[in-house]
């Protein structure tokens, strides 16, 4: 009764391992159901070789069974060792070529095996025991089967200690795994070595077959019980520890089986609590999340969670964890925090709204076009500025067709691309009922995100009342020169009469004192018409606007025949009036008339710390007495007109200009003018 009993045990151990193994088998998709199916196949053999060995007493039938039996033993422990590796998320370790090394011995042990009839390296001695109530197999052990038993069990201890001390610090819900596989490896061993040391109820019996049957139900337990292979219970890497998205696994059951640090602290709970319990109590206090949760595959929705300065948003979906054949074994639910991207877009539309409120609500004309010069965008005061209907229908409008003179478009574009940025640009439109407008336009290129230029933006301001009140101020100014010309003319005529009949007079009553009151009256009457003439040099003072002018240029026309002159401003341009000439020849002047002992001239420039430039024209003659150096610029000082260095002061403090003298008396005069940092300018920029 007890030998049939035990026969049967031994089927039904391999019978289990079996189950077990087509078990994995439909589900090796999953990475730790191969090694483990292929370590359940190969455990099967020892079971039911050893139940068919024990119904045998044929001696060549049991070494013939032993032979099968060790196809599959040699291959157990470095089946286990791979299980072991994969089941820990090591598999990197054995990859490739680096797992043939773990084959050869077993290998070899194979080929012993199959060849034990021809030499005694395997096992010899073989005898037929049947004193007891089994027919055993005795044989004496050789020195191959000697390295297998010592291989097999170096191996299955580095198992026991990889599972023991790789990522010790897992949760509770997968150390019950882990005390299952523990104790599932340790059984065969400890049977492996209790028949070794011949401690078997009966002799001859081993009881690892036993084991592996208690093996395969222990199995059992942790794949259909603990889901080892419904969610694979991986080592947790730190990728997805230190994710800053809160990530949650939800069994088919409804458990909470994993979850990272993220959503431990969103949720507020403890992992060692939620990990197996049920997610509707996990997720109890957080409602969206929990129905989120409960969603089908593929749904994806916004979330709020939180109050006041506490919410927070979260870009929520939720996703079937399925093997490769297509079975549910559980969900992924992620949360990604966008409460800065919302805050952000907040941001953003508060500032777009202003932006759209400046652009419909202002004044001056906005507009964008692309690089071939349409319009693409226009604010709607450039629809009431231009005359047309509304601003859509302005857009896809060729901006060169608003202009009187298409081609300055292209000179427009030309100053744009030397300076980058032009600002205060005349131009002059045409509307769409064919009405002018004296316009300024300040403009730039404006980028995409790139960097690459994709067109043009800027402001118009309408000028027209200024320009047209410009020119009735030009107008009035010009009939005031005319008339004024008329009376300088008709005045100096007169003058030249009474000039004249005084020098008669003078000649007429040489002698005193009629005639020291005739030279009086002569030098009077001659002031007065230097005066006069005087003013027909300066009747446009101020009346243009200023411009921006080359200083060699301007040095060159007001020079000319007059002393050598060492110029050293080229490419200096500054914003002056226009009058700039005559700055320049009223100081010539003054150098000839006063500098007695000058030879030559030398101009030159030097930069300020504070940005403003100096522009320095200096003399070799007498120069200035220190006590005339502020004097000389007041109206009417001087041995000539007295009017020269003052209006060459008046004409430069137009655009803010300074003059000063500062030369050293003896040596030379050196008159240095301060020009504003916002005056001046070089280069390419100069005209």
Request: glycine share 8%; aromatic share 8%.
């Amino acid at each position: 009764m007890i030998p049939t009993l035990l026969i049967g045990l031994l089927f039904l151990a391999g019978g289990v391992l079996i189950a077990l193994a087509l078990y994995c088998h439909e589900h090796r998709d999953v990475a730790v159901a191969r090694p483990l199916g292929l370590l359940l196949l190969c455990a099967a053999f020892l079971p039911i070789t050893h139940a068919l060995n024990l119904m045998t007493t044929t001696l060549w039938l049991k070494i013939f069974l032993l032979q099968i039996r060790f196809l599959a033993v040699p291959f157990l422990a470095v089946l286990q060792l791979i299980f072991i590796l994969t089941y820990l998320r090591r598999e990197e370790w054995i990859q490739g070529w680096k797992k043939v090394p773990l084959f050869i011995i077993p290998i070899i042990t194979v080929i012993l095996a199959q060849t034990t009839w021809f030499h005694p390296l395997f096992r010899y001695d073989y005898l037929v025991d049947l004193s007891g109530p089994l027919p055993i197999l005795n044989f004496t052990n050789g020195i191959g089967f000697q390295v297998h038993v010592a291989y097999s069990h170096i191996l299955l201890i580095a198992s026991l200690l990889l599972l023991i001390f790789v990522q010790p610090e897992i949760h509770a819900f997968y150390r019950r795994q882990r005390l299952l596989l523990l104790a599932a490896l340790l059984l065969p061993l400890l049977c492996d070595v209790q028949y070794q040391l011949d401690l078997t109820p009966y002799p001859g019996l081993t009881l690892t077959p036993f084991a592996l049957m208690l093996t395969g139900l222990l199995f059992v337990e942790a794949t259909l019980r603990q889901g080892l292979l419904e969610v694979a219970p991986v080592a947790r890497g730190k990728v997805i520890e230190e994710m800053s998205s809160p990530m949650m696994v939800i069994d088919t059951r409804g458990r909470m089986t994993d979850m990272n640090a993220a959503a431990v602290r969103l949720l507020g709970t403890v992992r060692d609590d939620a990990i197996g319990s049920p997610a509707d109590s996990v997720l109890a206090d957080h409602p969206s999340v929990l129905a989120l949760a409960q969603a089908a595959s593929g749904n994806h929705r916004e979330i709020v969670l939180g109050e006041g300065a506490q919410r927070q948003f979260f870009d929520a979906a939720v996703d079937d964890l399925r093997t490769g054949s297509g079975a549910v074994i559980g969900k992924l639910v992620l949360l990604q925090n966008t409460t800065e991207r919302k805050q952000a877009e907040e941001a953003l539309r508060e500032s777009e709204k202003k932006y759209r409120t400046i652009i419909e609500n202002m004044q001056d004309l906005f507009y964008r076009t692309d690089l071939e010069g349409v319009i693409t965008m226009i604010s709607p005061s450039g629809a009431a500025l231009t005359g047309y209907g509304s601003p859509e229908e302005m857009i896809g409008v060729a901006i060169q067709d608003l202009y009187v003179d298409p081609p300055n478009r292209e000179k427009f574009l030309a100053a744009l691309r030397v300076n980058g940025a032009i600002s205060g640009y005349p131009q002059v439109l045409k509307m769409k009922d064919g009405a002018l407008k004296h316009v300024t336009v300040s403009s730039h290129f404006f980028t995409d995100a790139e960097g690459s230029v994709r067109g043009v933006e800027g402001i118009i301001h309408d000028v027209t009342d200024l320009h047209q009140a410009e020119q009735a101020l030009l107008q009035a100014n010009q009939q005031l020169n005319l008339m004024s010309s008329i009376t300088r003319h008709d005045i100096l005529n007169q003058l030249t009469v009474l000039l004249g009949n005084l020098s008669f007079a003078q000649e007429e009553a040489p002698g005193e004192p009629l005639s020291g009151y005739l030279e009086k009256m002569n030098i009077a009457a001659g002031t007065i018409q230097r005066q006069i003439e005087f003013t027909r040099d300066y009747q446009d003072l101020g009346v243009h606007a200023p411009e921006w002018q080359r200083v060699s240029d301007a040095i060159r026309a007001a020079t000319a025949g007059g002393l050598p002159i060492t110029d050293e401003t080229d490419g200096l341009a500054i914003y002056a009036d226009p009058m700039l000439v005559k700055v320049f020849a009223n100081l010539m002047d003054n150098t000839v008339r006063h500098g007695e002992s000058a030879t030559r001239i030398h101009v030159r420039y030097r930069p300020e710390e504070n940005g403003d430039l100096t522009l320095v024209w200096e003399d070799d003659g007498v120069g200035v007495p220190a006590g005339e150096k502020e004097r000389i610029f007041d109206r009417g000082f001087g041995k000539n007109t007295g009017f020269g260095l003052f209006l060459i002061r008046e004409i430069l403090a137009i655009t803010g200009i300074t003059i000063a003298e500062r030369g050293e008396p003896g040596t030379g005069a050196r008159f240095e003018m301060r020009v504003p940092s916002r005056a001046f300018r070089f280069g390419s920029q100069a005209v």
